[in-house]
Nanobody, 125 residues
């Protein structure tokens, strides 16, 4: 079983950047498909980005494509989300997820078995 802890959230202005980190413990993430999801107030949790465990293939929601970059450092057992050109609509709690047996292509939350507690990102205009 793997435990996930996100960090790096905060309050920024539109156009700014943030880098989220997801530190894993209890198990190595090198064999897990990993993903980032977010949930805005009053909305359902939605897919942001994911990365395949073996080929390193990356997938992005259309709303963040070209602005966000997912990466992983298996030597540090850590997943990252670089968020550039942030917009107010990116405001949400961001969650790290691990272990999608359906593959990194899966964009539904229930595809993932392990979740972090989330980190808040607020983007003001």
């Amino acid at each position: 079983q793997v435990q996930l802890v996100e960090s790096g959230g905060g309050q920024v202005q539109a156009g700014d950047s943030l880098r989220l980190s997801c530190a894993a413990s209890g198990s190595t993430i090198s064999s897990y498909n990993m993903g980032w999801f977010r949930q805005a107030p009053g909305k359902e949790r939605e897919f942001v980005a994911s990365i395949n465990w073996s080929r390193g293939s990356k997938y992005y929601a259309n709303s963040v494509k070209g602005r966000f970059t997912i990466s992983r450092d298996d030597t540090k057992n850590t997943l990252y989300l670089q968020m550039d050109t942030l917009k107010p609509e990116d405001t949400a709690v961001y969650y790290c997820a691990a272990d999608s047996p359906l593959g990194a292509e899966a964009t539904i939350p229930r595809a993932y078995n392990y979740w972090g507690q989330g980190t808040h990102v607020t983007v003001s205009s």
